[in-house]
């Protein structure tokens, strides 16, 4: 787990991130001032940082970003395991499905 003080995010202050965290932007596990982050929190902490800092999106279109780039990665998760289970069909099979997929 990551916590805080280990995060290394320029110009991220913790009243920003407890704002965040407030707005359910971000999850974290541990208790208010001593949060724990894993690999995927700090991702989202990231990207927020980035859409809120470097691309100027403000806060009451944060939400609608956020759940939009949520459902995208879920796709993309979804398009994996798709994928890793028409590898393991017969060779005809996949080709069925892949010309059906192209019509």
């Not at 991130?17 to 208010?32: C, D, F, N, P």
């Amino acid at each position: 787990m990551i916590t805080f003080e280990s995060l290394h995010i320029a110009g991220l202050d913790e009243a920003e991130l407890r704002t965040w965290i407030e707005a359910s932007w971000v999850h974290t596990r541990g208790t208010k001032g001593a949060w724990q982050f894993d690999e995927v929190d700090v991702a989202r902490i990231k990207l927020i940082h980035t859409l809120r800092h470097d691309l100027d999106i403000g806060e009451p279109a944060m939400p609608v970003v956020l759940s939009l780039l949520d459902q995208l990665y879920e796709l993309r998760r979804n398009a994996a395991r798709l994928n890793d289970a028409l590898a393991t069909l017969p060779p005809a099979a996949r080709k069925a499905i892949l010309e059906r997929l192209e019509e």
